[in-house]
């Protein structure tokens, strides 16, 4: 007895979106955007310059000092790297370690050493934003439906807001022009 022969699905040919013109285009676009000074100052601006004696002082009203500032964007913004790019990735204790246990610097030192890392793990961004066989809208395999843009974003944003906050402080310590 004959059998029927199955007959294979017909394969669509699926057209590549990483590298797209308008992909290419937004790529671009999301990668200046972690550090872009177009709508307000950028994170290297509210970083530069701050005398050391201020670095681990909290303004009158503020819950922050700079360093905790600074050193919870470098924080937050390494996870979120790691997140997207390690498959055994395990979070973090949130939120008591995605802070500094102190509102000082613990040496003269910590306050370039974390602008260093900052912008390092900024270009891990840039560079993970930027590889054309990423296809950015897909879910982060091991994660729990985030897709890699998605938390781009979410570290432009994170990074952003206290941004914002860091120059604020610095405001009420008068160190900010």
């Known amino acids: 007895m004959a059998t029927a022969k199955k007959k294979r ?3 669509h040919k699926r057209t590549v979106l990483t590298s797209s013109p308008s992909v290419t285009a937004w790529r671009k676009i999301v990668t200046s955007a972690l550090d872009w000074e177009q709508a307000h100052a950028s994170f290297d601006a509210a970083a530069r310059d701050l005398a050391l004696e ?3 002082k909290r303004p009158r009203g503020s819950p922050h000092s700079p360093w905790e500032l600074l050193e ?3 924080i937050t ?8 790019v390690n498959p055994r990735y ?3 204790e949130w939120p008591r370690t995605y802070w ?3 509102a000082k610097p613990p040496s003269e030192r910590a306050w370039d050493q974390s602008v260093s890392v900052i912008v390092h793990d900024r270009d891990e961004l840039k560079a993970l934003t930027q590889r054309r066989t990423l296809d950015l809208t897909k879910k982060i395999p091991w994660g729990e439906g985030q897709t890699y843009l998605r938390t781009i974003l979410v570290a432009i944003d994170h990074a952003s ?6 120059i604020l ?3 009420l310590l008068d160190a900010w022009d």
């Open 72 to 74: 919870h964007i470098r």
């Open 161 to 166: 807001y206290h941004v914002g906050q860091l």
């Open 54 to 56: 201020l670095q681990g």
């Open 169 to 171: 402080v610095r405001k």
């Open 77 to 84: 913004q390494g996870d979120m790297l790691e997140f997207m």
């Open 9 to 11: 699905p017909a394969r």
């Open 100 to 102: 500094p246990p102190s």
């Open 90 to 92: 395990e979070a973090p």
